[in-house]
């Protein structure tokens, strides 16, 4: 079945950078379209950004300039970047495979803080 596994998770100080990892098995991913999302105590799970198979990207607004998402299809695994981050950035952070819904993993906690 699918499995991802999210890491690279921690804490860090304002304006610092974090590199996320999730790794996947179960499924062919090479060409398949990956995302990360995240959820802030007390709120919705939200889209961060995607990456398609043929490697085109998009990045939501909050983030765009700061977060850079890739992958790397011979390691089954997708990475997302993180710059320049901010308080706000402060979630539970989980990757999706396109297609397979509710395939969350149990994702990986970032805390910007000072």
């Known amino acids: 079945q699918v499995q991802l596994v999210e890491s690279g998770g921690g804490l860090v100080q304002p304006g610092g950078s974090l590199r996320l990892s999730c790794a996947a098995s179960g499924f062919t991913f090479s060409g398949h379209r990956m995302s990360w999302y995240r959820q802030a105590p007390g709120k919705e799970r939200d889209l961060v950004a995607t990456v398609y198979g043929d490697g085109g990207t998009y990045v939501t607004d909050s983030v765009r300039g700061r977060f850079i998402i890739s992958r790397d299809d011979a390691k089954n695994t997708v990475y997302l970047q993180m710059n320049e981050v901010r308080p706000a950035d402060t979630a539970m952070y989980y990757c999706?495979?396109?297609?397979?819904?509710?395939?969350w993993g149990r994702g990986t906690q970032v805390t910007v803080s000072s």
């Open positions: 999706i495979a396109g297609g397979y819904p509710g395939s």
